[in-house]
């Protein structure tokens, strides 16, 4: 890949062409193997692999002359499984296919090339493991739809981005707008990179108005920031106006920004009263109509944001107003689209035939993925 290029908040894109090695083979044998090439991100099986399940090996390579900062390693979502190695060294796992996971990678990189490697399984229909997983409709009804070809076969691979940070000590862990006009909260998750405890400050920007929230995190640890804006008077957003806001968020650790980030909302309240639902005051009627969520080139991730638009724009222009977002946590840039466009979502959650009845519950694997899965969807949307 090359040297890596930072935008102006210390972002890099790790996408594009990575070596690819289908099968189970030792992690230290892939130098050995003779890579195929495959697209970052996207799903294996819209690259020709149609026939492949179980695990598959990624690799790519990047330089870096300066190790100044602190490091973080950041996956759009892997399809299923995955574990991640820098230079040989296990980052972290994640055992969720629709959702963002972070991991830390200061003490794994060096100087020069450096290597990463992710091991993705996909376990196949009839395997144990699929049926432990809220894999959305993926092997749904294959007596009914066999597996091939027929789109409801089972998925894998590195399907959304992939990107490198640099930051400070301090990094923003996520940032959540209740979007609610008469009660404005942002809530900003700040997260230790440092092994010794470090303060810091929030700034909040946003609607013309800027607040610095003191914080203590603790040595590789974390802490939640509340910054109440109260009532706003600030345009709504509605299917007629799709109003989007910014919340700029910079996290300073003594007089040096550590790290910033970004966050879109829209101002709206959404009530029922009797039978109606009401928006910003106005009852909306609701006119929904199924996206299933797969297309020609990608199979079951999204086209590119044009074909998003195109979709969204088509549903308009047929009277529709509310989108559901079928059993699959939709690439955020379809979310993004919505919410440009003026269209309500109903975001399914994908927790989906076929699973194992017998391992449902609150301590089973089944049941803690489950939760984890709905849980991570909601904070991400």
């Not at 590119?304 to 989108?323: C, Q, R």
């Not at 440009?340 to 975001?347: A, E, I, K, Y």
Request: hydrophobic residues 40%; contains cysteine.
């Amino acid at each position: 890949m090359g040297p890596v290029r930072f935008d102006t908040r210390g972002v890099a894109s790790l996408d594009g062409q990575w070596e690819f090695f289908p099968g189970d083979h030792p992690r230290a044998g892939l130098d050995g193997l003779d890579a195929l090439t495959i697209r970052v991100p996207g799903l294996w099986e819209a690259q020709g692999h149609l026939e492949l399940d179980g695990v598959a090996w990624y690799r790519t390579r990047f330089d870096l002359d300066d190790l100044d900062g602190e490091w973080t390693l950041c996956f759009g979502a892997v399809m299923d499984l995955a574990e991640v190695y820098l230079n040989g060294t296990l980052l972290g796992s994640h055992e969720l296919p629709f959702t963002p996971f972070e991991l830390p990678a200061t003490a794994a990189l060096v100087a020069g090339t450096n290597v990463l490697d992710v091991r993705v399984t996909d376990p196949p229909l009839g395997d144990p493991e699929h049926a432990r997983l809220p894999h959305g409709k993926q092997g749904w009804m294959n007596h009914v739809f066999p597996s091939r070809p027929s789109l409801y076969m089972t998925y894998g691979g590195i399907w959304q981005p992939v990107i490198l940070r640099r930051h400070g000590p301090l990094a923003v862990g996520g940032v959540f707008v209740n979007g609610d006009p008469d009660d404005l909260v942002v809530e900003v998750e700040v997260t230790n990179r440092s092994a010794a405890r470090q303060d810091g400050v929030v700034g909040v920007r946003a609607l013309g108005r800027v607040y610095d929230v003191e914080v203590d995190v603790p040595a590789s640890g974390s802490a939640q920031v509340k910054v109440p804006f109260g009532a706003v008077t600030a345009d709504r957003w509605s299917p007629q106006s799709p109003v989007v806001h910014e919340a700029l968020v910079d996290v300073r650790a003594g007089t040096r920004s550590s790290d910033v980030a970004l966050a879109r909302f829209g101002l709206r309240t959404v009530r029922v009263e009797g039978r109606d639902i009401v928006v910003n005051g106005v009852p909306y009627r609701m006119k929904s109509v199924l996206v299933q969520g797969f297309t020609a080139d990608e199979l079951y991730a999204e086209g590119s944001d044009d074909d998003i638009t195109a979709e969204i724009e088509a549903a308009l222009a047929m009277g529709f107003n509310t989108l559901r977002l079928h059993i699959k946590a939709f690439d955020p840039r379809y979310l993004d689209a919505c919410d440009r466009l003026g269209v309500f979502v109903h975001c399914d959650l994908p927790v989906a035939e076929p699973v194992n009845h017998e391992e449902m519950g609150a301590d089973t694997v089944l049941g803690r993925r489950c939760v984890a899965a709905i849980t991570e969807q909601v904070r991400r949307d």
